[in-house]
């Protein structure tokens, strides 16, 4: 649990409701403002560890929150959140001290991994932040970076759904492990009960259809027949 708070400042209650319950699920505490105004007077009042702006607001958008913020020396991290038809000046925004920003819509873990690498960036010494460059998985043609929510084979980006992202990070994390069905479905779905495991199967293939060149014969994910899966890091490649 980190003890970490997060102001999430958007007018929508469903984006406001999704940010709050997935922040929450991992272990931060979440304060939620309607509006510019409402939420530029929390950040003064409570000094939350990071924000999160939406860009369109009412009463003040997220450009001079995060402007008059600055002005006010608070050096709160901010992710500013724009629509995707936003007219959104990425340049100006980072320049009046957004620190990131996530197009909508956006994924939670996606989300997630933003967040932990804005904090990680604002809490960590110069040698915390080269170790920080070094959370990414290499092997052969597959690269895998965690707080990205980025992979590529062969330099070619790999489309992911969260939960087979998250599944794939896992097993990288675990490499040379083997992982019960069991244990791979408490770790990414959350069940802390005996669930379906087919789900698990489900997406290991659809992970060995786009990250082994022979998803018949896959070279990094291994069945262990009876048990579950390793992924293997192979020998030669
Ligand atoms: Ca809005």
């Known amino acids: 649990m980190t003890n970490k708070t997060i102001l999430v400042v958007e007018d929508e209650e469903s984006i406001a409701t999704l940010l709050k319950y997935n922040l929450e699920r991992v272990g931060y505490e979440v304060l939620l403002a309607h509006d510019g105004k409402e939420g530029f ?16 607001l009412p009463t003040m958008d997220g450009m001079e929150v995060c402007k008059e913020l600055r002005s006010q020396k608070k050096n709160i991290p901010i992710i500013m959140l724009t629509a995707r038809d936003d007219e959104f000046d990425k340049v100006l925004g980072l320049e009046l001290g957004a620190d990131d920003y996530m197009t909508k819509p956006f994924s939670p873990r996606e989300v997630i991994a933003r967040v932990k690498a804005v904090l990680r960036r604002f809490t960590s010494g110069p040698q915390e932040q080269e170790e920080k460059e070094k959370n990414y998985f290499q092997f052969g043609k597959l690269e895998v970076y965690p707080d990205r929510f980025e992979a590529f084979l062969d330099k070619v980006p790999l489309e992911f759904t969260p939960k087979e992202f998250e599944l794939l990070v896992y097993l990288l994390e675990n490499k040379n492990r083997v992982l019960t069905r069991d244990q791979l479905l408490s770790a990414v779905w959350n069940y802390d009960f005996a669930g379906d495991t087919r789900i698990v199967d489900v997406h290991i293939s659809h992970l060995r259809d786009k990250i082994e060149e022979n998803s018949r014969k896959p070279k990094f994910i291994k069945t262990i027949r009876g048990i579950g899966y390793k992924f293997e890091e192979p020998k030669n490649v």
Do not use: F, K, V
């Open 41 to 56: 007077d929390m950040a003064l009042e409570h000094s939350p560890d990071l924000i999160i702006l939406d860009l369109m």
